[in-house]
């Protein structure tokens, strides 16, 4: 367990429809960052918060939107889904983007978009 | 540059055998190589890690050899064992920016026969 939490666990939806993920960093980390799996695209960075602010964007789409909160943890939220969206998308957190410091992730999401 | 290009795509060993997984990368900025092991189902679980001012990193049957100047590196897992069966992803973090986001290779699936 590597204690960072995300929910839910699966999620199947329609698309066009708008769906939110939700990540808890471990406990005293304060960066965040969300990464999408696919069969064809392997792990892909999306987005990274840092104490609040976003500090770097990856391949994300205009669809896509996240925030973290002052509690630190984050919500990764995915609009007018397509099926080319259906993927796994992970969290992971980490004590600062730098230095000696790991990215640990979650359990992840499974997104089905039919 | 930001690409990480990571071979064999799949590898077979018997038990008791040596696993070895071989990335590259061009970005000469990167600053950290973690190597993640994924089961089916779950997140991405750090294994080991290096920086590139250190050629070689052992971690009990987990080793990291490092070469700076051919921009290589690769996973060697000694004694393998059934449950080591995984898929295996290098990364590395770091370039423009200081933002911590890891850019990962292709994953390798390994399977260890018994």
């Known amino acids: 367990d590597s204690g960072v939490t995300q929910t839910p666990k699966h999620l199947i939806t329609a698309t066009g429809q708008r769906v939110t993920l939700r990540c808890s960093p471990r406990?005293?980390?304060?960066?965040v960052y969300w990464y999408q799996q696919s069969l064809d695209q392997g792990l892909q960075f999306l987005i990274q918060?840092?104490?609040?602010?976003?500090?770097a964007k990856g391949n994300i789409l205009e669809r896509f939107s996240a925030q973290q909160f002052p509690d630190l943890h984050s919500e990764l939220n995915l609009s007018s889904l397509e099926l080319g969206d259906s993927a796994l998308y992970f969290c992971?957190?980490?004590?600062?983007?730098?230095?000696?410091?790991?990215?640990?992730f979650g359990p992840g999401t499974r997104l089905t978009v039919t | 540059q930001q690409q990480v290009k990571q071979s064999p795509q799949s590898l077979i060993v018997q038990k008791g055998g040596i696993s070895i997984i071989n990335c590259a990368y061009e970005?000469?900025?990167?600053?950290?190589f973690p190597w993640y092991q994924q089961f089916p189902g779950k997140g991405p679980a750090l294994l080991i890690a290096?920086?590139?001012?250190?050629s070689e990193k052992k971690e009990g049957r987990f080793t990291i050899s490092f070469n700076k100047s051919a921009k290589q590196f690769s996973l060697h897992i000694m004694d393998s064992q059934p449950g080591d069966s995984a898929t295996y992803f290098c990364?590395?973090?770091?370039?423009?920016?200081?933002?911590?986001?890891?850019?990962f290779g292709q994953g390798t699936t390994l399977q260890v026969k018994p």
């Open positions: 992971a957190s980490s004590v600062a983007p730098t230095g000696n410091y790991e990215q640990y």
């Open positions: 406990s005293g980390d304060l960066s």
């Open positions: 918060y840092y104490n609040g602010e976003e500090r």
């Open positions: 970005n000469t900025a990167f600053d950290y």
């Open positions: 290096i920086r590139p001012d250190v």
């Open positions: 990364a590395a973090r770091g370039g423009s920016g200081n933002t911590g986001k890891l850019i």
